[in-house]
T-cell receptor, first 114, second 113 residues
Framework: AQSVSQHNHHVILSEAASLELGCNYSYGGTVNLFWYVQYPGQHLQLLLKYFSGDPLVKGIKGFEAEFIKSKFSFNLRKPSVQWSDTAEYFCAVNAIGRDDKIIFGKGTRLHILP | DTGVSQDPRHKITKRGQNVTFRCDPISEHNRLYWYRQTLGQGPEFLTYFQNEAQLEKSRLLSDRFSAERPKGSFSTLEIQRTEQGDSAMYLC???????????FGPGTRLLVL
């Protein structure tokens, strides 16, 4: 069965620090990969996605993620975080050709200190 | 505003009561998904529809849970004889096709007393 593992459950950073959130998935076939963000009091929204092509994808608000197929990883990065990035971040995977459901990781709660 | 709407946004009920939630997807999105999210967890897949057909149900979906999408548009999720363990956020999402982005609604927060 597909699964998604997020390495950090809770991350605390100061403003302007660099961010990398780890995500690994288990599925041997073709996948679509997503990062969703949930700001306090708001619903889930898409940060970025990988379907095919360039493994380095750019999303909203300066976020990017790199798909490394050999490592089954899709880590999220941002060179300089802001206080407004405080939120919970979810990595998700959709196994192409297997079924149509999207499996989420448990999330990483990011807290940015002003 | 993602365009997926859910009603109600909050529901408090007593154990043993039945509850029903509604989801209106983005129009022309033929795929509709239900998830459950508890504190400290990511959304857990419950079931999904392609048009009016329910194509998959998670083992999380006990016999007390039923979902419908009778006309391929809105969907309802009913929980019968609610238990305290059913307390969670119930999320609905929709997308147009298998290669498309999934958009989430605001969720219905259920509290079973």
């Amino acid at each position: 069965a597909q699964s998604v593992s997020q390495h950090n459950h809770h991350v605390i950073l100061s403003e302007a620090a660099s961010l990398e959130l780890g995500c690994n998935y288990s599925y041997g076939g073709t996948v679509n990969l997503f990062w969703y963000v949930q700001y306090p009091g708001q619903h889930l929204q898409l940060l970025l996605k990988y379907f095919s092509g360039d493994p380095l994808v750019k999303g909203i608000k300066g976020f990017e993620a790199e798909f490394i197929k050999s490592k089954f990883s899709f880590n999220l990065r941002k060179p300089s975080v802001q206080w407004s990035d405080t939120a919970e971040y979810f990595c998700a995977v959709n196994a192409i050709g297997r079924d149509d459901k999207i499996i989420f990781g448990k999330g990483t709660r990011l807290h940015i200190l002003p | 505003d993602t365009g997926v709407s859910q009603d109600p946004r909050h529901k408090i009920t007593k154990r043993g009561q039945n509850v029903t939630f509604r989801c209106d997807p983005i129009s022309e999105h033929n795929r509709l998904y239900w998830y459950r999210q508890t504190l400290g967890q990511g959304p857990e897949f419950l079931t999904y529809f392609q048009n009016e057909a329910q194509l998959e149900k998670s083992r999380l979906l006990s016999d007390r849970f039923s979902a419908e999408r009778p006309k391929g548009s809105f969907s309802t999720l009913e929980i019968q004889r609610t238990e305290q363990g059913d307390s969670a956020m119930y999320l609905c999402a929709s997308r147009r096709g298998a290669e498309e982005t999934q958009y989430f609604g605001p969720g219905t927060r259920l509290l079973v007393l």
